[in-house]
């Protein structure tokens, strides 16, 4: 499997502050980048794709200007949560992927809790 | 009309028995299929990924892959309380270019000591 890190593992902050999320893939260079959001008792949800070097896409519903995303290398993107909200408190997870390897691997995730 | 559907559960199967978990996919076009088991408060890990009809066993594991009927299945020999967990079940939709996934909602399954 890929070895991918993520921090912090847990952040709180105060309502209205800003968070980043760092995710390293560190065994291999990762073209695509997936960021999923996961509410307590739910599933995997798809916030944005973006590919090295390029704009992300974002999902339907999902606020560009909030999350904003960063993926200026083949082995760091990073996820801004823009002036936080208790309703952005959930599990963040990132998963790179490699162009033609259809496994798709997660990092091991970023709890933030906002207050 | 969801496009991965998988029953919550909770499944619940006495310690040494056969887990049997279900999902259907609604793009009949599909080609690659995964099982990821996920532990409370933990992120998804792979177990098994499926790209042909049949059967493709690793150790406990057996995935279960139909095509024409749109069905694909994990089962666990032998379950272990540390088995515990919700499984997810993954699709990549036919075309598209990216390795983008259609998660099932996943079923929580409880094995019994």
């Known amino acids: 499997g890929a070895v991918v890190s993520q921090h912090p593992s847990r952040v709180i902050c105060k309502s209205g502050t800003s968070v980043k999320i760092e995710c390293r893939s560190l065994?291999?260079?990762?073209?695509?980048m997936f960021w999923y959001r996961q509410f307590p008792k739910q599933s995997l949800m798809l916030m944005a794709t973006?590919?090295?070097?390029?704009?992300?896409?974002?999902e339907q519903g999902v606020e560009k200007d909030k999350f904003l995303i960063n993926h200026a290398s083949l082995t760091l993107s990073t996820l801004t949560v823009t002036s936080a909200h208790p309703e952005d408190s959930s599990f963040y997870i990132c998963?790179?992927?490699?162009?033609?390897?259809?496994?798709?691997?997660f990092g091991p995730g970023t709890r933030l809790l906002v207050l | 009309q969801k496009e991965v559907e998988q029953n919550s559960g909770p499944l619940s199967v006495p310690e040494g028995a056969i887990a049997s978990l279900n999902c259907t996919y609604s793009?009949?076009?599909?080609?690659?299929f995964f099982w990821y088991r996920q532990y409370s408060g933990k992120s998804p890990e792979l177990i098994m990924s499926i790209y042909s009809n049949g059967d493709k066993e690793d150790g406990r594991f057996t995935a279960q892959l139909n095509k024409a009927s749109q069905y694909v299945s994990l089962l666990i020999r032998d379950s272990q309380p540390s088995d515990s967990a919700t499984y997810l079940c993954a699709v990549k939709p036919y075309g598209g270019a990216t390795n983008k996934l259609i998660f099932g909602t996943g079923t929580l399954l409880a094995v019994q000591p």
């Open positions: 973006s590919n090295e070097g390029s704009k992300a896409t974002y």
């Open positions: 793009d009949r076009g599909s080609q690659s």
């Open positions: 998963s790179p992927s490699l162009t033609g390897r259809q496994t798709q691997y």
């Open positions: 065994d291999f260079q990762a073209t695509t």
